[in-house]
């Protein structure tokens, strides 16, 4: 998931704050190579002001048929596939985000409906002369950067800025992050003395500490405002996903939340979760959702427990706004005792593949 704001305390303000050059050009090359009539677009409610006006616009200059996906998009994991499928477009239009972790390519390959990404660049001055002197303060002499992909074109500068101070950077690869992904953050771990992510809000940078054991400063380019998430940080989140564990463990009736969004997650894992609970004397249920509403799952009055095989934000960051516990599938392997917390709070991770930080383990 990416956070766009469109209101900000940096000079750059309203429509300045994102660059479609780049992203006009792209529509226009693809259209002309693939000669599309009738595609569907989406964005994220970020971009649904001055970006979707402007790219909605152009392309019926371009004399394209053009279906708005309605619904929430929450990231490339959420895309309008049952409403490609239904209004029989030739494209996916998916603005905001880029496919990184979420391949559909044998649903592509099965419909012929073809998925462009077009990731949006964030046209915002990147403070480095502030970004530095906090770093300094810290006294860290090597640093990890990592950022949303709406920045990820600006990385290049900080080499340059930071070499001049004596600070040594490190990006891997691409240096994108998402919410449930910070493998990029993961391979630097053992390099560096703590990680900036340079992003709008909270959301992107609380994870990598708990993923990293590395202290972890966000900058928001967007209000200029820093955040540092420590030890301290570190330790009352996992304090709080112990006791949620705890708590689930105590349940018989179990509910294993499936989400059918494009990208969240494949169903034969909560096959696999459905067994383990089973296999450990428990009832569980399989229930399939497109969009999590904890007031309608209040309703399953039977459930004592909910599992989630899904996007991992759900049972991390919202799990106040449910009645029973609810815990992702590799905290239910800690709840039924087939992996130890002293494993799970150093999560082995294949690297440079697409698996999600939270998922079921193999
Ligand atoms: S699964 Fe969740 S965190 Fe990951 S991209 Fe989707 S919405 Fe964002």
Known sequence: MVIFFQKAKNNN???????????????????VKYNYKRIIVQFPDGLLGYVCKTIVNHLRELKVEIILAGDPSFGACDLPTHQAELFKVEAIFHFG?????????SWQEITGITIHYFPVEANVEIRWDLISKKILSLNWNSIGIITTIQHTSILNQAQSYFNILNINVSIHKEGQILGCNQNRAVYLAGKVDGFLVIAGGNFHASPVVVATNRPTLRYDPFNLEFKLFDDNYKNSYLKQRYAMILKARKAKNWGVLLSIKSGQFPSDQGKKIIKLLEKAGKNAVTVPMYKIDPNHLINFEHIEAWVINLCPRIATDDYVSFRKPIITSRELLVALDIMSWEHFINPKIRLD??????????
């Not at 985000?97 to 390519?105: E, K, N, R, V």
């Not at 593949?353 to 193999?362: D, I």
């Open 353 to 362: 593949s697409s698996e999600h930080l939270l998922m079921l383990e193999t």
């Open 97 to 105: 985000h880029s496919s990184f972790a979420f391949s559909l390519s």
């Open 13 to 31: 303000s309203g429509f300045e704050l994102y660059n479609l050059k780049s992203t006009i050009r792209e529509i226009d090359q693809i259209i």
